[in-house]
């Protein structure tokens, strides 16, 4: 039995929601509303001191936290299919893409740096959504930067089959995406995208079609 | 032959050369000075389009990039002494704390994000201070949070040996503290951070004693 904690806009949770249906792995959700501040209750930090989700909790085990290590555990638990590539330079490839995305933008746009950007720095909405939409463009465009020029990208970001920097990559573009920006601006990425849109574990997994969405644009 | 471009400052370059010297490997280190925007030249940018610190260049081959990618390498393929617990679970806990401060918190305070809030947001240089000890401050409470209670931490973040979150933890620690935050706030921090210290692979490592950095204080 495997259940999460996530929410519908979350790109950390939207990337292990895809890692597990790639594994073909049944699993629950629940929703914490962060718009709402579920993350901050106290029974949502008993069950995640960190106060941010995903939250997976395999087998009645203690909850496993933070997207990434949770992926390489049902990597390494689950093998088909590998979501790393079978050579250490290449794993080391794929792991450096997916933190472009997932550790060096993602963590500036989440709820509490919004927060911290309104209510101490006094910035209004406008400045806020120009911050968001910064950082969601500077990791498309350093990702596209080494994607377009590496020859290990294939047609997914190493190789032919989709792996952990493809679900990085996907996070950050729908996200980039909900805030307006073309990627038709990074092309491979913009290829790449369409190439994991036709996959349905990809598809399944978008946050509009979770529940609590708002009706799909 | 190990080479890193890094910079005295760098706490992503400080991680890597913790694990170098942990694995007794011999590199040499060329310091690229964010201060002077040597990172963001088109000599440098050519070794790392992501025009950041570090990359690290094993025998001739082309640059590897992101500090936790570099050193899941250097674990892959020089396993004496393992930075990463031998089973599943453990894995998942020492890359999850490695993530509280490498992901969430690290990439909120480097050059590119300092000089967004200076010339786009108007923060002036104390609000920017505001802004990087708020946020080294929020890593080590969340640490903290998690080492204080769970069984799983010894002497180090997980069990008795250092690893992967030890290394990440010190970064982070040493980083606040040259932003005058007290560790004696978060004692199960500061009791790691004192064994850290009495091994010479973390001590030599230290920003402090590498070329380029002020006179130590």
Request: net charge neutral.
């Amino acid at each position: 039995m495997i259940h999460m904690y996530g929410f519908w806009r979350s790109a950390a949770a939207f990337r292990v929601r895809i890692a597990l249906n790639l594994k073909r792995l049944a699993f629950t959700e629940t929703m914490i509303d962060l718009d709402a501040g579920m993350q901050n209750r106290p029974e949502y930090r008993a069950v995640n001191p960190q106060e941010v989700v995903p939250s997976v909790i395999f087998d009645d085990a203690p909850p496993m936290y933070e997207s990434l290590a949770i992926i390489e555990y049902l990597d390494e638990i689950y093998r088909d299919p590998p979501l790393l590539p079978g050579d250490a330079r290449g794993r080391a490839r794929v792991r450096g893409l997916a933190l472009i995305y997932a550790a060096d933008h993602h963590p500036l746009i989440v709820p509490r740096v919004r927060r911290y950007l309104a209510e101490t720095l006094g910035a209004d909405e406008a400045a806020r959504t120009a911050w968001i939409r910064h950082w969601f463009a500077e990791g498309l465009r350093i990702g596209e930067a080494r994607l377009a020029a590496e020859a290990e990208t294939g047609r997914f970001c190493h190789g032919d089959a989709p792996g952990l920097a493809d679900l990085c990559l996907m996070s950050q573009a729908m996200g980039a995406r909900g805030f307006g920006i073309d990627l038709a601006g990074y092309p491979t990425t913009a290829r790449i995208v369409a190439a994991c849109l036709e996959i349905d574990a990809f598809a399944r997994a978008l946050p509009l079609r979770q529940p609590g969405a708002p009706a799909a644009h």
